[in-house]
């Protein structure tokens, strides 16, 4: 097999076998077909694309390129949970031990953050003592035991993804349908859950800002996940708007004790809802989404979702009495206000400006060994349909220094006020099921 010929074949747009497409993936991890031909046959799949069956064929091939997570020594079907991206996006918080709280159990790996703030583990690291370092069969232990464990990314998992991401990143071949949804879905697949519940974010502050674009990677990842053997369900959601209220490490795990008390923030509560239904029924812990919704929902309100918050963070080294006193988080030392210059309803809150700002205060990582302030970050006051008069904060900035005129120009600059009415935008578009 000649790598030419592969190139070849898929610029004139012809479908690739499952040889000729792991011939590409295993040459390319193990170093022997170079930069040069891979980047011209990612540029002929931008064009070209790939039928389901090689999107298919194409996660197989990066998922067995390295290490697989194997989770069968624990007992019952294990759900995981990917959102692509988004500002604020605290609902993994407060779905591990929400739906754990339910009977399903949750082995999530996680990662640290670039960009707008931090991923999972930085958020958790906010928490005193938290330690997402542990070993695989501890970690095990720990879901059997309290069904929820939270753990950083270890291994050598899908090598092939990480090396064509680089390529695509420089050759510009990462808006891609076919490349974005196996490489996503591979990592998933690698780190061994049984099941994916899929939160396609769309709108100004997601990776795909139209709707139809959101749908088409839906589906394809979808599509990808159950043709490999792996139940797969996708909700669209709005990413128009950052998510809930906090953006900020400490700021969002303050926010997440507050919605698994039942009193968080409206969106962020509806969308932990409508994943956690999803999840609950593909783990067979429900008959029906509704049911599924009623339990949840009684668990925010009747103290076991934030119990067993306070159960998983004690049982990996964490101060479970963040969840009674918030004030043991890190704290900021100032609190700035931004008060709205005019009267009127806010119709635009950039979520991508929001997090760059969230970025400037110190909450994101630049590169990937910068360090984070877990402290610092946004409380939105007012969301995007809500009625402000002038001088009323539109939102607070939580920072470590009272330097922050460029944080606050943009921040002015990423909200839109207007006198005419505007709608709550929708938080949820569509369910993607299996076809
Ligand atoms: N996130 C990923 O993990 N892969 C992509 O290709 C794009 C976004
Ligand atoms: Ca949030």
Redesign the pocket.
């Known amino acids: 097999m000649r790598m030419y010929d592969i190139i070849e074949k898929k610029r004139d747009g012809h479908k690739l076998s499952k040889e000729e497409i792991r011939f590409f993936v295993d040459g390319y991890t193990n170093g022997s077909i170079p930069d040069y031909q891979v980047s011209a046959l990612l540029m002929a799949i931008f064009f070209r694309d790939m039928t389901e069956e090689e999107r298919a064929e194409l996660t197989t091939a990066m998922v067995e390129s390295g290490d697989q997570i194997d989770l069968s020594a624990i007992s019952g079907i294990k759900v995981d949970k990917h959102s692509?991206?988004g500002v604020g996006d605290t609902t993994t918080l407060i779905l591990a031990p929400l739906v754990a709280s339910a009977g399903a159990p949750v082995a999530k790996m996680s990662g640290r953050g670039l960009g707008h703030t931090g991923g999972t583990i930085d958020k958790l690291e906010a928490v005193p003592g938290f330690n997402a370092e542990i070993a695989s069969d501890a970690f095990i232990n720990l879901v059997n035991q309290n069904k929820v464990a939270v753990v950083g990314q270890t291994g050598n998992l899908t090598p092939a993804?990480k090396k064509l991401?680089g390529l695509?990143d420089v050759t510009a071949t990462?808006n891609s349908i076919p490349?974005?949804a196996s490489?996503?879905m591979s990592?998933k697949i690698a780190s061994g859950t049984d099941a994916i519940v899929l939160d396609v974010k769309t709108g100004a502050g997601a990776?795909m800002k139209e709707l139809d674009d959101a749908r088409d990677l839906a589906r394809a990842m979808v599509s990808i996940g159950n043709r490999v053997g792996r139940q797969t369900t996708a909700i669209i959601s709005d990413m128009s708007q950052p998510l809930g209220n906090a953006v900020g490490n400490a700021l969002e795990v303050k926010e997440a004790i507050e919605t698994l008390q039942g009193r968080g923030p409206e969106d962020l509560t509806e969308l932990c809802l409508e994943l956690g239904s999803h999840m609950m029924v593909l783990a067979n812990k429900a008959d029906t989404l509704d049911s599924a919704r009623e339990h949840l929902t009684e668990n925010l309100n009747n103290g076991k979702a934030i119990e067993q918050f306070k159960l998983f963070l004690e049982s990996q080294g964490g101060d479970s009495r963040v969840a009674d006193d918030p004030g043991l988080l890190p704290q900021a030392s100032q609190t700035i206000e931004l008060p709205a210059k005019k009267s009127g309803t806010i119709s635009e809150i950039v979520a991508d400006d929001i997090g760059t700002a969230a970025m400037m205060l110190g909450a994101g990582r630049a590169t990937k060994d910068s360090a984070i302030d877990l402290s610092v970050g946004i409380v939105l006051n007012k969301k995007v349909g809500d009625f402000v008069n002038k001088g009323e904060s539109l939102l607070s900035i939580h920072a470590n220094t009272t330097a922050v005129d460029d944080v606050k120009e943009k921040l002015y600059a990423s909200i839109n006020i207007t006198d005419e009415a505007v709608a709550k935008p929708p938080l949820i578009y569509e369910n993607v099921q299996n076809e």
Do not use: A, E, N, W
């Open positions: 692509t991206g993804d991401y695509r990462v490349l974005i490489s996503i990592k990776f």
